[in-house]
């Protein structure tokens, strides 16, 4: 069964940095794509970033210049180091797992930016 992990979330000041974790455990990882998501409140959850095994990524235009997302497959570990933070990057973060049909999701991990 796969298992996801994210950590790193916190409160911060705009204009400052975070970086989130997600760890994956229980499936084949290195040629797995693995997604960050984020739902603000009162808001639908949405796609912020993915990497792809080899290290293909994916942004979000609201991100893009501002975040960056890599991964670490020894560690099964994909980071997002999120800079130059606004206030309405504030919400729940969550990553996804996918490979092959199969997905999996973490239990999210609160960011909030104070103005």
């Known amino acids: 069964q796969v298992q996801l992990v994210e950590s790193g979330g916190g409160m911060v000041q705009a204009g400052g940095s975070l970086r989130l974790s997600c760890t994956v455990s229980?499936?084949?990882?290195?040629?797995?794509?693995v997604e960050w998501h984020r739902q603000g409140p009162g808001k639908q959850r949405e796609f912020v970033a993915a990497v792809a095994g080899g290290g293909n990524t994916n942004y979000a235009d609201s991100v893009k210049g501002r975040f960056t997302v890599s991964r670490d497959d020894a560690k099964n570990t994909v980071y997002l180091q999120m800079n130059s933070l606004k206030s309405e990057d504030t919400g729940v973060y969550y990553c996804?797992?996918?490979?092959?049909?199969?997905?999996?999701w973490g239990q999210g991990t609160q960011v909030t930016v104070s103005s």
């Open positions: 996804r797992y996918r490979y092959f049909g199969n997905e999996s």
């Open positions: 229980g499936s084949v990882f290195s040629i797995s794509i």
